[in-house]
């Protein structure tokens, strides 16, 4: 099997993630002129657009014009892949920049998971309740009385290359992540993202959440991206930076 051009498959990996969480709420979403866009509203951290490719930059300035001309709600984004979009000539401004990260099939942690939790999937509408649960309470300085009652729909548990994470230790939910594989044509990747972790012992239970991912889909490159403190501890447990990206913002 040929090895995957990490940092397209990571772009296309969480394209894929996006479209699955924007469709199960019943969005209107396309993949067009090298980008993803959902025409509706977005859920909270979910962008409307978000660039596929470093080629096509016009064509898909274009679009994102047109998003703008057509009205969304303030505040949506758009996710420049490849940083390479000045969409401060349409209005928008910089929300925060990050970096993708990829670690290839095979590769071993530079860690052990001291955490005595266990993860396990979410199989039930009931347990992906109690998951969101745990997700909304992980960011409810962000959220606001405007977001939807549910982000992550029944749907998602029926797709075989999506799977939601969650650790517990002594029947409590201790920490959160998900697991989507996707092929961008150039070979098969897992995608991990959402990632909630206990603040108390961050590092311990990130080791878990990366072995669970791994063990959910083995034999795969693990692709994402992460900014500040959580992109150098990635790097610490042996992901490689692939390139930055950039999100932008409406007024």
Not at 7 to 24: K, L, R, T
Request: net charge negative.
């Amino acid at each position: 099997m040929p090895e995957p051009d990490l940092i397209s498959a990571a772009v296309f990996n969480n394209a894929v993630w996006c479209d699955a969480v924007c469709q199960a709420l019943g969005c209107d979403t396309d993949f067009v002129d090298d980008l993803w866009i959902n025409s509706g509203t977005s859920p909270p951290f979910y962008p409307n657009a978000i660039s596929l490719s470093r080629a096509g930059s016009d064509a898909q300035f274009r679009r994102v014009g047109q998003m703008v001309e057509a009205g969304l709600p303030a505040g949506w984004t758009h996710k420049d892949s490849f940083s390479v979009l000045d969409l401060a000539r349409l209005g928008l401004s910089v929300l925060f920049e990050a970096e993708w990260l990829g670690l290839k099939a095979g590769s071993s942690l530079a860690g052990a998971d001291r955490s005595g939790a266990t993860w396990e999937p979410v199989a039930s509408d009931a347990g992906l309740a109690a998951w969101e649960a745990a997700w909304r309470a992980a960011h409810s300085h962000a959220l606001s009385a405007q977001s939807p009652a549910r982000v992550f729909m029944p749907d998602l548990l029926d797709d075989p290359d999506i799977v939601l994470l969650a650790a517990h230790r002594q029947a409590e939910t201790v920490g959160l992540v998900v697991a989507n594989r996707s092929d961008d044509g150039s070979g098969p990747v897992v995608g991990l993202s959402n990632v909630v972790l206990p603040e108390d012992d961050r590092d311990a239970y990130r080791v878990g959440a990366v072995a669970a991912v791994m063990s959910t889909f083995p034999d795969l490159a693990v692709v994402g991206y992460e900014r500040g403190a959580e992109l150098d501890a990635m790097v610490e447990l042996g992901f490689e930076r692939l390139g930055p990206l950039r999100v932008w913002t409406t007024p």
